[in-house]
Each structure stands twice: as structure tokens, then as C-alpha cells.
């Protein structure tokens, strides 16, 4: 699922815990401690939703991942996925037939996070909540921004709303401007011109971080700029952090560590990503190049392969 759909937060109400009966459901159970690890459980599993949109496809990799982030066995992870259904915080029918989690809920919170959506092509099909999922006219966009806008700040005027509409349609402009030239920067990294002696004048980092994401899927840099591919991601935020122009030399490293068996899956390429992206936060630009961090964070944190 395109990531374009993806958002960085969502609403929760904060009487969750008391008046919500469907979470008081997930959490009845006689010991407190473990109705607040499902509750817990729930909240990082629509979390991992959220970061693709307002549903999830999971297959058996998936499922595999999904069980071991939550500190779950397969059978322990379907079980958990039934009580959820059961307490109609995930659609049952939506799992149990296409294994897609998401809800009508899920998809209100998302709808309410994204303020302006559309639905890319084939999710229709997963869209629960009936004619709003059809996609926005500009109009129609800029009538709920500033609906939106005005219930949060009731002395805006009609002109300031529309002004700030015009802003984030520009802004998304720029970001769009901005994939177009990280894919054209990625195909000529893909295939580097060659050097007077017949080599690749760059050295080649690992192919599958320059491989585009799946639909139109991005990878965010350190400002949250989308970039196609996780190599153009890395390199943006590996100059915004460290304020270097090495960052080949860091690629040719981080291909030394790439383990036997890794068959290079959008799974697997964006867990590296994140890592890369971790240990890149982490650095310290005072104390050189980040290259051993990086290379500690993959060796150790990098889910097994094969």
C-alpha cells in the first residue's frame, strides 16, 4: 500500500480506557496486568497500520513480523487477532476473508488525521465507510480544511482558511517536485556513468535500497521529505545530521554487513531503513563519521534471514 496514505500520528480519545466499551471488552480479562498488555498490544498494532494508511494487508512474512514485534508466537498472534474481532476493534470479516486489519474506526481516525485524502487506486475495496471514501474535488478539500480550521480556531476568517489551503496545496507541490527529482537522482545512481578507466565512478551501495518503493510509496528523510527509494532517503538525511559528502562510502559498508539469505523484500529493505535511520539519529556529527554505529545497530538489531 502506497505510504502517500500513511500518517505520522492519529487521535485517540483520552477516555479510552473508561467509557470505551469495546476496548473494555479487549481488556476483561481477571489479571489487569495482561488487559493492559492487549490494550498495549492493540495501540502498537494500529500504529504499524497508520504507518501504511487505514488498512493493512498481512501476509505470512507479515504475520511472521508482525507476531514477533508484538513478543507473540504465530498461534498466539491469531488468538489475539480473534479477540480483537471478537471485540469489533478490527472488522472481522475484513480479516478472516482478505486478511486486511482495519475498521471503521481505524478508518475515521485516519480520515480525520490525513484532513484532506484520496484513496489510491484498488483500496476502495477496503474502505468501510461507504460514499466518503470517494475521492475530493479541490473544492470539496478546501471546504473541509477549513471546517476543520474553523472549529479549531473559531475567529479565523473565510481568507485566512483559504490562504492556508493554498499553502498546503503549494507544499505539496514542493513534495511532489521533490519525488520527481529524487527518482530521476536514483535512476542515475542506479546506472552510474562509467569513469575514463570503464569503472562505476561511484561505488554501487546495496541494489535493493535503490529499488522504488512499491506503488507510490515513499521514504521520508530527516525534515520528512519523501524521496522514492530508501537510498535517496538515507543520503538526505545522512547530509542534513552529519553535514558530510561521504555517504558512498558508508553504503560500501553497510553492503559488508548484509546477511546471507535476504531476498531484499519491501519488508526487508524498509526495516534497514529504519535501523540506518535510527543509527543516524543517534550519531554525533562532532565525533566523525557514523559508520561503526551504523554498522553495530544492522549486525545487531536486524531481524534474522533466510
Not at 96 to 106: A, L, M
Not at 177 to 202: Q, T
Request: glycine letters at 8%; charged letters at 35%.
Amino acid at each position: 500500500m502506497s505510504s502517500r496514505n500513511g500518517i505520522e500520528w492519529f487521535p485517540m480519545a483520552t477516555d479510552v480506557l473508561t467509557d470505551d466499551e469495546k476496548v473494555f471488552d479487549l481488556m476483561d480479562v481477571d489479571d489487569p496486568d495482561e488487559g493492559y498488555a492487549l490494550f498495549g498490544r492493540y495501540v502498537a498494532l494500529v500504529c504499524r497500520v497508520y504507518r501504511e494508511g487505514f488498512a493493512l494487508e498481512v501476509d505470512r512474512r507479515t504475520k511472521r513480523k508482525l507476531a514477533r514485534d508484538l513478543d507473540m508466537t504465530a498461534s498466539e498472534f491469531d488468538a489475539f487477532m480473534g479477540r480483537l474481532c471478537g471485540a469489533g476493534l478490527i472488522d472481522e470479516g475484513m480479516w478472516t476473508k482478505d486478511g486486511v486489519i482495519t475498521s471503521r474506526g481505524i478508518q475515521r481516525r485516519w480520515k480525520q488525521a490525513t484532513r484532506r485524502y484520496r484513496l489510491a487506486k484498488g483500496l476502495q475495496q477496503w474502505w468501510l465507510l461507504g460514499d466518503e471514501g470517494q475521492a475530493q474535488t479541490n473544492a470539496d478539500a478546501a471546504d473541509d480544511f477549513k471546517n476543520v480550521e474553523q472549529s479549531d480556531r473559531p475567529l479565523q476568517t473565510n481568507a485566512d482558511a483559504a490562504d492556508d489551503f493554498a499553502l498546503e496545496i503549494r507544499e505539496e507541490k514542493i513534495r511532489e517536485e521533490e519525488i520527481r527529482k529524487d527518482e530521476r537522482r536514483e535512476d542515475e545512481r542506479v546506472n552510474p556513468p562509467l569513469s575514463e578507466g570503464g569503472e562505476a565512478s561511484v561505488p554501487r551501495c546495496p541494489d535493493c535500497l535503490t529499488q522504488p518503493k512499491p506503488g507510490n510509496g515513499v521514504f521520508l528523510d530527516a525534515r520528512s521529505m519523501p524521496h522514492r527509494t530508501a537510498y535517496g532517503a538515507l543520503e538526505a538525511r545522512y547530509r542534513e545530521l552529519t553535514h558530510r559528502g561521504d555517504f558512498a562510502s558508508l553504503m560500501a559498508e553497510v553492503a559488508r554487513t548484509c546477511p546471507g539469505g535476504c531476498r531484499a523484500s519491501p519488508d526487508e529493505v524498509a526495516e534497514c531503513h529504519a535501523l540506518i535511520a535510527k543509527a543516524l539519529d543517534k550519531c554525533d556529527s562532532s565525533k566523525g563519521r557514523p559508520h561503526a554505529l551504523v554498522c553495530k545497530i544492522l549486525s545487531e538489531d536486524r531481524s534474522p534471514h533466510g
